[in-house]
């Protein structure tokens, strides 16, 4: 799959994921062009995501640790250092919530964290406007 490709993938499950803080954003990891995780923002606490928040109040889960959590579920870490994250933050162009556009999605201090505990060399993430960035 192409980088493109797998950002229209990710922003899709983004913008069809449930809204937390006002924003949607969905993570997928990727590994050998396989998708083998994929992971959503969540109204909820998690121990994982405790683990990496810059401070105790921030324990709702992230795309980012969504991804990482579920794929450690199946794959050895050996899988996440050879592996790319993706991330995807949709948001409505309008008050009138007809059609989405992409938002900035650069991972937050904590996210940061748990990429680079797990070696994920290869980050590409929305930009504000068209086009993706890189960690």
């Not at 990891?29 to 921030?58: C, M, R, W």
């Not at 990482?68 to 050879?82: F, M, Q, S």
């Not at 989405?100 to 505990?117: D, E, H, M, N």
């Amino acid at each position: 799959m192409q980088e493109k490709e797998i950002m229209d993938i990710v922003s899709r499950v983004a913008e069809a994921s449930e809204p937390f803080a006002a924003a949607r954003v969905a993570a997928a990891l990727v590994y050998k062009n396989d998708i083998i995780a994929v992971g959503v923002n969540k109204n909820k606490t998690h121990p994982f995501q405790k683990k990496f928040s810059p401070n105790p109040e921030a324990i709702f889960l992230h795309a980012e640790t969504d991804a990482i959590y579920n794929a450690l579920r199946k794959y050895d870490t050996e899988v996440l250092l050879k592996s790319k994250l993706y991330i995807s933050r949709m948001k409505w162009t309008d008050g009138h919530k007809r059609e989405f556009t992409q938002g900035l999605a650069k991972p937050c201090i904590g996210c940061q964290r748990a990429i680079a505990t797990f070696d994920i060399k290869h980050v590409c993430f929305t930009k504000e406007t068209e086009g993706y960035d890189y960690l």
